[in-house]
């Protein structure tokens, strides 16, 4: 086995360093990816060359082709590793290939040629409408007491619900992202593409208390412009969020969830209420159809409901 960096990547040659020292900036710089993105891609991307070294390719990419990236995939699957895992490095590859074409390091590019194995995809868990609007009471409740983290967690719970946003998108909200004229927040998602996503009257209630009357005494010297701040003052980060989450739920002894659970409770009530798949894909910011239409298989009695009245024999 290969020894490791410090990182925790494979020990490559210097060629394969200095490149994938490159790709990190390009994908850092040019494509404004999350850390956390970025991390797996180069975790990612390093095992490939690792793997390319063992084969033989211990200068450069010359050589490379979509055997070698097969055989790198075909390890990965003997090693045991999830479907899930296969698909997100047969992605990886393909992004990494691209790039190595365009910017001159390689003359074709194999990954073109480069099939994903399709990832096993569980229903995502929901609460019903019932256990929602308990999960709701319980935190207007809790918030009952007038306390500053009382309210802001009224705020968070609603937000989350009403948007269908992502947590790391709610814990970077600020302030002046919040057009409650409106009631939209503008939101950054993945790649840090903008939407505009709205709320609906309870949300924009807690919001307004939260904003007015909670917040300001919370905030501390530096810190600035977020709109939820922990009990120190700082920007909430996601692990407050995410206990906030699981105490507010199991309050109503309701299937516990984590805060992405209440997105796909979002999606989903969207979808039953009669919404249109393109316009969830839209306020829930994917990049694909085909990931909103994991949300069509737990909209079952949605579906029931529109057969039995529009179909003729139904």
Not at 54 to 63: E, K, M, P, T
Not at 83 to 95: D, E, I, K, L, Q
Not at 187 to 213: C, D, Q
């Amino acid at each position: 086995m290969a020894p490791e960096d410090v990182s925790g990547n494979p020990a490559l040659s210097e060629d394969f360093t200095v490149l994938l020292a490159d790709y990190e900036r390009h994908l850092t710089a040019e494509r404004d990816l999350s850390k956390h993105s970025v991390r797996a891609y180069i975790g990612d991307i390093a095992d490939l060359l690792d793997h390319l070294t063992r084969l033989g390719h211990d200068a450069d990419l010359n050589g490379l082709d979509i055997r070698g990236l097969r055989s790198w995939l075909a390890k990965q699957q003997s090693l045991g590793k999830a479907r899930s895992t296969m698909a997100r490095r047969a992605t990886a590859a393909r992004v990494f290939t691209a790039w190595a074409q365009r910017t001159g390091r390689i003359a074709t590019d194999p990954g073109a040629l480069l099939a994903s194995p399709k990832p096993h995809r569980p229903l995502p868990g929901v609460l019903g409408q019932a256990d929602t609007r308990a999960v709701m009471d319980a935190a207007a409740v809790a918030a009952d007491d007038g306390s500053p983290v009382g309210l802001r967690d009224l705020a968070i719970m609603e937000l989350l619900y009403a948007t269908g946003i992502r947590v790391g998108e709610l814990c970077a909200l600020d302030v002046d992202e919040v057009d409650s004229s409106r009631r939209v927040v503008r939101v950054f998602g993945k790649g840090r593409k903008e939407r505009s996503v709205p709320y609906g009257v309870p949300a924009a209630a807690a919001l307004e208390t939260w904003m007015r009357t909670a917040r300001p005494q919370l905030i501390q010297p530096g810190s600035g412009p977020a709109l939820f701040l922990g009990a120190r003052g700082g920007r909430i980060d996601q692990r407050t969020v995410r206990r906030v989450v699981h105490a507010r739920i199991d309050a109503v002894d309701a299937p516990d969830l984590s805060p992405h659970g209440l997105r796909h409770t979002a999606a989903t009530h969207l979808l039953e209420g009669g919404a249109d798949l393109r316009s969830v894909q839209e306020l829930l910011g994917h990049a694909s159809l085909a990931t909103t239409q994991v949300y069509t298989h737990v909209s079952g009695e949605r579906l029931r409901r529109a057969y039995e009245q529009a179909h003729p024999r139904a």
